[in-house]
């Protein structure tokens, strides 16, 4: 299994433009997470899934959308790039809310 | 308000020394209390949760201990190894939701 994988790795969007970060997963996972991690700082949830169709927002959901067409993906929505949306993005899954898996992060700077 | 966070932002060990890491917590109405660990420039790992009943959990050479009457949790890492740098988060899920709530984070610095 390849686990959770996000695309693309590294990111600069000027202000304005807006992109879309994908995340997938192959575990058969229902709930999948997006946190955003500013530096020396903790994770802060940005949007969660608890199955395909089904999302909600999280602790900083201003500026951010998501999607769950399918259980194997979730990707998420930049719609106008503020440099504070600068972070390194992460995507997780798991089937039992402790234990999550997370993906390698995209890096985004917004200039 | 309702927060998870740290006592210290980083702590530095000798190899073979264990490490405690601490964790403070505000919100009682916590079903679980979880560790992880961030490698540079990965994703957070999981380690070991312990539910909000229990007051001890042991793993792989690690324990989890919660003291609900000071709203305390700690990490104990067994005979520290260069392995085990890394940035240690402590989480908590609320009863009945599976989303979690991370702290900032302590630094481990393991000195050989």
């Known amino acids: 299994n390849a686990g959770v994988t996000q695309t693309p790795k590294f990111r600069i969007l000027k202000i304005g433009q807006s992109m879309t970060l994908q995340c997938t997963q192959d575990?058969?996972?229902?709930?999948m997470y997006w946190y955003r991690q500013d530096p020396g700082m903790g994770l802060k949830l940005i949007y969660y899934s608890v199955g395909a169709g089904i999302t909600d927002k999280g602790e900083v959901p201003n500026g951010y959308n998501v999607s769950r067409s399918t259980t194997e993906d979730f990707p998420l929505r930049l719609e106008l790039a503020a440099p504070s949306q600068t972070s390194v993005y992460f995507c997780?899954?798991?089937?039992?809310?402790?234990?999550?898996?997370f993906g390698p992060g995209t890096r985004l700077t917004v200039l | 308000g309702e927060s998870v966070g740290l006592h210290l932002p980083t702590l530095s060990v000798q190899e073979g020394d264990n490490s405690i890491i601490n964790c403070a917590y505000s919100?009682?109405?916590?079903?679980?209390f979880i560790w992880y660990k961030q490698e540079s420039g990965k994703g957070p790992q999981f380690i070991i949760d312990?539910?909000?009943?229990?007051d001890k959990r042991q793993g792989q050479r690690v324990t989890v201990l919660l003291n609900k009457t000071v709203k305390h949790l700690s990490l104990q890492i067994a005979a520290t190894q260069p392995g085990d740098s890394a940035v240690y988060f402590c989480a908590e899920r609320k009863a009945g939701r599976r989303a979690l709530t991370f702290g900032s984070g302590t630094r481990l610095q393991v000195q050989p």
């Open positions: 997780a899954s798991t089937d039992s809310g402790n234990e999550q898996f």
């Open positions: 575990m058969n996972h229902n709930y």
């Open positions: 919100n009682s109405a916590s079903d679980y």
């Open positions: 312990i539910r909000s009943n229990m």
